[in-house]
């Protein structure tokens, strides 16, 4: 599990939240508090990766994160190529190594990796040549640690501080790897109390042993909360037995303006994208003031800056 | 052939003898212990010094991955392994490709097998025809052809009329059923126990009431059919005190542990290492610390090495997409000791799991040195150390949990009918 940290006590990978160590999350958070500065100045690059080739290498598709990915990359002057490796290799039966160990070999200096099973990014690590680094975008259901960093750094922009908040994060717990992450990053900072509200048949065995409180009616869940994480719930969970109907679902569980309300007056409402509206949350609170998740898109290229400029940064 | 064995220290289970004494071999067969027949002139001599002498072990789950997956590993090669690991008997599950459903199939491994003059193989034949759990095999043809049990390895086995059936079939002819407990539905998707490590590694769990559930049916029909049932490599607490509870009631039912489950927990699986992705998955702490107990009071009869040789490129995958098991015949005896060791349990105790206990399961008359008894040996040093690693394994699977693990206890002879089978270096 070290493996992502190297000897020198340097991130080597990033490939799971746990374990880091809190002064970790902070300077990767600071670093990336710096970048947001370059976002959005009239030239958006410094050149801090010139020549560094970075493959985003997605065996499952996705829009938001590898364009943001990209978008981090360039602006960090490095050189991207996007590889939808769904529809290629995989399909001719090349393995996972395979494809990395091809793609090493044209001197790739990172690879961001999105994969369909958990571990996958592990896997990737354990056999990459030393100089190389890993950045996990998503492993099955296991971990999505960039995403984490964001909300934290959208979590410490609104509210400072992580030592007095209440944070709840809601929906298909069980599935997300948001989720583990989340839950990985606010216990590392020293978030009190976090909560996890869903189903039943949504949340994973022995989820409290992870350090959180489970609850499974919305409005005790969110009463006085200073965050809410909202999670996104897939299509495919109406079958398989896991929940009857996307009406019941909001109705119970689903984010409206009324359950807000039982929060605290000035709690923020995050979602890692993309939503389904009137599912897991209701418009009028999507768009409404205690939304930010725009804000969490702006600064997810500048947390993924920053992750990549202290992993291959000279 | 006429052999020697001396200054060993027999070790026999079956007639709870342990203590210094030499054997003396003719004719494939133990002719006397102590004194040597008159007349006797050894063609060979094996000074077993420092050396304990018991029964070939008997292993009653290992899959030679003939016929169909001779990619993964052959006869020959888990042979040498098996003979390598003092293993003189073996059971083989059906599920090769074909499964081992006809007649001719069994009497064909029964052959490759007898013609590399090596361990001893019992094949389990397919309960239902290809195993998929509709229509019953030729189970007393099949019985002929050398089948000494019948099973439906790992495959489904989920209606209950057919499993009733198969079992009433195969009572009438006295024929046992081994069956590993686990419902399909509830472990369909998954791949380790659910549990804290797999939620916190977002794998897909496998409840420990997919064995309870599926143990409660097996036993209920077992009450019904009277059939004598072995339960294979049971996994949780809560199995072991349904089994403690079916003995105690009466019911003929043994019951086998896979060596792996002695000393791991679904803890080892660490970082996703799919070493230790196996059937039925590794479970919590509590249920290995249960398992070991069971072994050691008798709930659970014998140890089996549940040994599944898989090639290097299925284990470098992603957990869950890499291929279950884990290679163990040459780890069988030094796992046992390390229980046997760290639960105090007598040598002679300990051997009875792997020897004379299983052996009995399978009904096959052997795990025990007396004269007249098959000269079936495994002579190891129960104080040499081993490195296990991939050049030290004579199996084509070199996937174990254990690789880099130093274990004690090393074969240094194994004898099959009287011949000198296997002999270690050094």
């Known amino acids: ?99 990395v160990n091809n793609l090493s070999a044209m001197h790739a200096d990172m690879f961001i990796v999105r994969h369909a099973m958990s571990g996958a990014a592990h896997l990737i690590a354990d056999h990459v040549a030393p100089e190389i680094h890993v950045i996990n975008a998503g492993d099955g259901r296991h971990a999505h640690p960039t995403q984490a960093l964001l909300d934290m750094y959208t979590i410490r922009h609104f509210k400072r501080h992580f030592h007095e908040l209440k944070v709840a994060i809601v929906g298909d717990i069980m599935h997300s790897r948001v989720a583990r992450s989340q839950i990985h990053a606010l216990t590392t900072l020293g978030v009190p109390e976090v909560r996890v509200i869903a189903p039943k048949t949504l949340l994973p065995k022995g989820v409290e042993h992870l350090g959180v409180h489970p609850y499974h009616d919305l409005a005790k869940g969110l009463k006085d909360v200073d965050v809410l994480l909202m999670l996104r719930l897939q299509n495919e969970r109406m079958q398989g ?74 | 052939m006429k052999i020697h064995i001396k200054n060993g220290r027999i070790v026999d289970p079956k007639n709870r003898t342990d203590r210094a004494a030499d054997i003396f071999i003719a004719a494939g067969k133990v002719v006397s ?45 888990e042979m040498e392994a098996a003979i390598a690991g003092g293993i003189t008997s ?25 013609s590399l003059n090596q361990a001893h193989v019992f094949p389990v034949g397919a309960l239902t025809q290809g195993l998929k759990g509709e229509n019953l095999t030729e189970m007393a043809e099949l019985r002929d052809a050398g089948c000494m049990a019948f099973s439906h390895a790992d495959r489904p086995l989920d209606n209950a009329l057919v499993m009733m059936r198969a079992m009433q079939y195969a009572a009438t002819f006295d024929l046992s059923v081994w069956l590993r407990a686990q419902d399909a539905s509830l472990s369909r998707i998954g791949v380790a126990h659910e549990g804290e490590v797999a939620t916190r590694l977002g794998l897909p769990g496998i409840p420990t009431c997919a064995e309870t559930i599926a143990l409660s049916k097996i036993l209920h029909l077992a009450r019904e059919t009277g059939a004598r049932i072995h339960i294979c490599r049971i996994s949780s607490a809560e199995g072991v005190d349904m089994l403690r509870q079916a003995k105690k009631d009466g019911l003929p039912v043994t019951c086998d542990v896979s060596m792996n489950h002695l000393h791991l927990s679904e803890i080892d699986i660490g970082f996703f290492n799919s070493h230790c992705h196996l059937i039925p998955p590794l479970r919590s702490g509590r249920d290995r610390d249960a398992l070991r107990r069971g072994l050691k009071d008798g709930v659970i009869d014998a140890v089996c090495s549940d040994h599944c040789p898989v090639d290097d490129d299925a284990k470098l995958l992603p957990f869950a997409e890499a291929e279950a098991g884990a290679t163990g015949l040459e780890l069988l005896l030094p796992l046992v000791l390390k229980w046997a060791e760290e639960s105090k349990i007598p040598l002679a105790d300990a051997l009875s799991r792997i ?39 004579k199996s084509q699977g070199k996937n174990t949990p254990f690789l880099g693990l130093e274990l004690r206890g090393r074969v240094k002879y194994t004898l099959v009918g009287g011949h000198v089978v296997f002999k270690a270096n050094s």
């Not at chain 1, 009239?42 to 364009?67: D, M, W, Y």
Request: proline share 8%; hydrophobic share 40%; aromatic share 6%.
């Open chain 2, 90 to 114: 073996l059971s083989c599950p059906p599920d090769t490709d074909p499964p081992l459903d006809e007649p001719g199939l069994v009497e064909m491994l029964k052959f490759r097998a007898r």
């Open chain 1, 1 to 99: 599990m070290q493996r992502q940290i190297n000897k020198n006590g340097e991130l080597q990978h990033l490939l799971t939240i746990e374990g880091l160590p809190p002064s970790m999350l902070h300077h990767i958070l600071d670093t990336a508090e710096s970048f947001v500065s370059v976002t959005e100045r009239e030239v958006k690059k410094v050149p801090l990766l010139r020549g560094k080739a970075i493959f985003n290498l997605f065996f499952e598709p996705s829009t938001r994160t590898r364009t943001t990915f990209e978008i981090a990359a360039k602006r960090l002057s490095a050189d991207v190529i996007n590889l939808n490796i769904s529809a290629s290799s995989q399909s001719k039966g090349e393995t996972l190594l395979d494809t």
């Open chain 2, 355 to 393: 020897t004379s206990l299983p052996a009995a399961i399978i009904g096959i008359d052997s795990g025990g040195i007396a004269p007249g008894d098959s000269a079936d040996l495994c002579l190891f040093d129960p104080n040499d150390y081993w490195m296990v690693e991939a050049k030290s394994l």
């Open chain 1, 241 to 314: 037995a896991l929940l009857p109907s996307a009406q019941e679902y909001f109705k119970y569980y689903g984010l409206t303006p009324e359950k807000l309300a039982l929060a605290k007056p000035d709690a923020i409402v995050m979602h890692p994208g993309p939503m389904n509206r009137g599912i897991e949350i209701d418009s009028a609170v999507a768009d409404g003031p205690q939304s930010v998740i725009l804000p969490q898109v702006t600064f997810g290229i500048a947390v993924r800056m920053a992750v990549m400029s202290i992993l291959a940064g000279s």
């Open chain 2, 33 to 77: 212990i102590g004194e040597a027949p008159q007349g006797f002139h050894a063609n060979q001599e094996i000074d077993a010094q420092g050396l304990v002498v018991c029964p070939g072990l008997v292993d009653l789950a290992a899959r030679l991955r003939e016929p169909g997956y001779e990619y993964r590993a052959t006869l020959e090669s």
